[in-house]
């Protein structure tokens, strides 16, 4: 069964490059941005996990942990990550989970139940579905889902902008509108009567019957 925005992400126990992790307990009371790969030593995937490595601390500060997984074992995702650091000049220090048998990537329905249960013999073409991004929140919870064909390098970058809405729309009643950055107006959502959007915000502007907008709420 596909997972869907709002479903309870599947917990499971699994090997990484930084040791065993329960993934529920491993992502604790933050948020985790999980990014999954077809397999290692491929050139799209090369970049992207070089660029995830120098944003680790754009995602700490959000509260937030990054994890990998590639559809292969961890002592090849150990050499892997010489590669990755020589391409980037970012040291790989986020957990890259080893999926040799397939489970996690079934289990994030990435592989039907029918690809097998390893991943020996099997091409980046065979597991090019393993290509998605999951945000979770601290209730484990999916938040936010995107997948990628192999050809297309993942913009994390808006992944990191996502991740700052959602943050933001979970604390305040209030939505973000197309190709909101942090300090852009917001959108007050339905939920919240005029009355009491100026009691929120302070104040609003309604540019249509059903939309109106705020300056960004700030923390008092």
């Not at 500060?61 to 997984?69: C, D, H, Q, S, T």
């Not at 000049?89 to 029918?114: C, E, Q, R």
Request: hydrophobic share 35%.
């Amino acid at each position: 069964m596909s997972l869907r925005i709002n479903d309870t992400a599947p917990d499971f126990k699994a090997d990484t490059t930084e040791g065993p992790i329960n993934f529920h307990d491993w992502i604790g009371d933050g948020y985790a941005v999980l990014f999954s790969h077809p397999k290692d030593f491929t050139p799209v995937c090369t970049t992207e996990l070089g660029y995830m490595a120098g944003m680790k601390a754009d995602f700490a500060k959000r509260n937030a942990k990054m994890i990998g997984i590639s559809v292969d074992p961890v002592e090849n995702h150990h050499k892997w990550k010489a590669d990755i650091e020589k391409l980037s000049g970012n040291k790989v220090d986020y957990p890259m989970i080893g999926d040799p048998t397939l489970a996690v990537a079934k289990l994030y329905d990435m592989l039907p139940a029918s690809a097998g249960d390893s991943s020996e013999g099997r091409t980046p073409a065979d597991n090019a579905t393993v290509r998605s991004v999951f945000v979770i929140g601290p209730d484990k919870k999916v938040k936010l889902t995107l997948t990628y064909p192999m050809s297309t390098g993942r913009n994390f970058d808006e992944i990191l902008r996502a991740l700052d809405s959602i943050q933001l729309t979970a604390k305040y009643q209030v939505a973000t509108p197309v190709q909101w950055k942090q300090g852009d107006d917001v959108i007050v959502t339905a939920a919240v009567s005029d009355e009491d959007a100026i009691k929120r915000f302070g104040s609003f502007e309604r540019v249509l019957p059903y939309l109106r907008k705020t300056k960004q709420p700030t923390a008092n």
